[in-house]
């Protein structure tokens, strides 16, 4: 596709995209880059920094999901820990959702989560901004532990 035909499927001025690819512009905003992302079935983040899904279609199938997280059955919960402050890294997330996977030093390896903060749905949000630049974010984070051992970090607000 080319950059005029980028332009007008996303719905933009002409030579937009052009612009930017040739240097004339610096950087899209967060609103083109989601536009262009759109019809290029795509996401900003892989866009930006060719990591985590690289389709529209990836992040439905995240290992998590939020409506079946928020809908979890209180049966299968073995607890809910106290309200806490974590450094965590974003590996991959779903901006429509939620969903994430993140890392934390302190509880090794990659965990589920869900971003409940209605920040995330903003553009240039600090979720999607630490996660396109690879560095932490200080998070409050609520940790539930499913009877299959599971935990699912509940994300409420950046600390």
């Known amino acids: 596709m080319s950059a005029a035909a980028l332009d007008e499927a996303a719905g933009l001025g002409?030579?937009?995209?052009?612009?930017?690819?040739?240097?004339r512009k610096d950087r899209l905003s967060d609103d083109v880059l989601e536009l262009i992302a759109d019809v290029l079935n795509t996401t900003p983040q892989w866009l930006l920094t060719a990591s985590g899904p690289e389709t529209r279609d990836a992040l439905t199938r995240q290992r998590v999901s939020a409506s079946d997280v928020l809908h979890i059955d209180r049966a299968n919960i073995m607890g809910v820990?106290?309200?806490?402050?974590?450094?965590?890294k974003i590996i991959s997330m779903?901006?429509?959702?939620?969903?994430?996977?993140?890392?934390?030093?302190?509880?090794?390896?990659l965990h589920r989560g869900v971003i409940v903060d209605p920040d995330i749905f903003l553009p240039g949000n600090?979720?999607?901004?630490?996660?396109?630049t690879h560095n932490q974010i200080s998070v409050l984070v609520k940790r539930v532990t499913m009877k299959s051992?599971?935990?699912?970090?509940?994300?409420?607000?950046t600390a």
């Open 149 to 157: 051992g599971d935990d699912i970090w509940f994300i409420t607000d």
């Open 126 to 132: 600090a979720y999607a901004m630490a996660m396109a």
């Open 14 to 23: 002409k030579s937009h995209v052009s612009d930017y690819l040739s240097g």
């Open 94 to 109: 779903n901006l429509m959702s939620g969903d994430c996977e993140l890392a934390d030093k302190a509880a090794s390896g």
């Open 81 to 88: 820990g106290k309200r806490d402050n974590r450094e965590i």
